[in-house]
């Protein structure tokens, strides 16, 4: 029984970071990260 779950856990990490993978690599995601970037390296200096 352990072996099944934890194949079901598997299989649930791995459908999550294709979600997260999906939206961190949306051009939304991607400008809000630059501008953000951006934004902290202006305030440096």
Not at 16 to 44: I, N, W
């Amino acid at each position: 029984m352990a072996t099944a779950e934890y194949a079901l856990a598997l299989v649930a990490a791995c459908a999550f970071a294709a979600v997260l993978y999906a939206v961190l690599t949306s051009s939304e995601v991607r400008d809000l990260l630059t501008r953000m970037v951006v934004d902290a390296l202006g305030a440096g200096g």
